[in-house]
């Protein structure tokens, strides 16, 4: 089994779970999940973790996101985007100012109603769901933060922007709100993911690459080690004499380091532990009271 995440450059026409799908009979295992769901007609940076990786996808959907979206005014879908049904038509008459203000007005926290067709569930059953078969119910508002947003070129009806955000915007529907306040309407045009924490553009992989790793019996080169996420987390070895302790993710003492290796006080927040084989096992942190490093989150391979 592969452990690990692979940095998946998301192509149009696939669903994120089609991509995680499709890698399961690459790969030929099960144990896979992507982290952050992208639109079908969406395209960009989608880390996809594998085997033991599994365990950071909750982690890894909470990292910050940044979008290159191009906005079209004067246009309301029903979905919000392009691809959807168009309710209404507008001209589009503000200014190149009054749209800049307009899209620059949305930085910081807002209260955004989530679109019809998304994967949201309510009462058990997924809103694109309920919006395919006719049905439209009323969403709440939930909190979202737009950390920055850039508008980098505007032409005619079209805006091109890029849009850092938390987890949970749907850049549908700040198009939408942007078009409502503009009094024109607006959808999304196009929706590229530039960079998912961590991850960006650079490195990304496409599916049909790591197929070919794969048939070449090179896939671990698309796979990045688990332990790269916590590379900020200064790294020790345990001792053969705690091979068992470390094995069975029990809690650590600093004597239980390698010598040279072996902590002072005050000692860091996490640190990466590595057990005898010199694998990396897992995420530990320093409780005071105990004085001992407790597991924090262990990787250790199936």
């Given at each position: 089994m592969y452990h690990g995440i692979i940095n998946i450059y998301k192509e149009s026409g696939y669903t994120s779970f089609d991509v995680v799908a499709k890698l399961r009979g690459i790969l030929h295992q099960k144990k896979i999940g992507h982290t952050g769901t992208l639109d079908p007609d969406a395209e960009g940076v989608l880390p996809v973790c594998l085997g033991n990786g599994t365990k950071l996808v909750e982690d890894l959907t909470e990292k910050t996101k940044v979008y290159e979206c191009i906005m079209k005014l004067g246009v309301e879908t029903d979905t919000e985007d392009m691809s959807g049904k168009v309710l209404?038509?507008?001209?589009?008459?503000?200014?190149?100012?009054?749209?800049?203000?307009?899209?620059?007005?949305?930085?910081?926290?807002?209260?955004?109603?989530?679109?019809?067709?998304?994967?949201?569930?309510?009462?058990?059953?997924?809103?694109?769901?309920?919006?395919?078969?006719?049905?439209?119910?009323?969403?709440?508002?939930?909190?979202?933060?737009?950390?920055?947003?850039?508008?980098?070129?505007?032409?005619?009806?079209?805006?091109?922007?890029?849009?850092?955000?938390?987890?949970?915007?749907?850049?549908?529907?700040?198009?939408?709100?942007?078009?409502?306040?503009?009094?024109?309407?607006?959808?999304?045009?196009?929706?590229?993911?530039?960079?998912?924490?961590?991850?960006g553009l650079e490195g990304s992989m496409k599916l049909s690459e790591v197929e070919a790793l794969a048939a070449a019996g090179k896939a671990e080169d698309a796979i990045i080690p688990v332990e790269y996420f916590y590379s900020a987390y200064p790294s020790v070895h345990v001792k053969p004499e705690a091979k068992k302790l470390i094995d069975n993710g029990n809690p650590?003492?600093?004597?239980?380091?390698?010598?040279?290796?072996?902590?002072?006080?005050?000692?860091?927040?996490?640190?990466?532990?590595?057990?005898?084989?010199?694998?990396?096992?897992?995420?530990?942190?320093?409780?005071?009271?105990?004085?001992?490093?407790?597991?924090?989150?262990?990787?250790?391979?199936?």
């Open positions: 209404s038509t507008g001209a589009v008459t503000c200014s190149e100012e009054e749209i800049k203000t307009a899209c620059l007005s949305f930085i910081g926290d807002y209260d955004q109603i989530p679109p019809m067709y998304s994967a949201i569930k309510v009462d058990g059953r997924k809103l694109y769901e309920l919006a395919r078969s006719g049905v439209e119910i009323e969403r709440k508002a939930r909190p979202v933060r737009i950390i920055g947003l850039e508008v980098n070129k505007i032409l005619g009806d079209e805006v091109t922007m890029t849009v850092t955000c938390s987890r949970g915007t749907y850049i549908r529907s700040l198009c939408r709100d942007i078009g409502k306040k503009l009094g024109c309407g607006a959808a999304m045009a196009h929706l590229l993911r530039v960079r998912s924490g961590e991850f650590l003492d600093n004597c239980d380091l390698e010598e040279g290796e072996g902590l002072k006080a005050p000692y860091p927040e996490k640190i990466r532990v590595f057990n005898v084989e010199g694998k990396f096992a897992g995420v530990y942190s320093y409780d005071p009271v105990k004085r001992k490093f407790m597991p924090d989150k262990m990787f250790m391979a199936d």
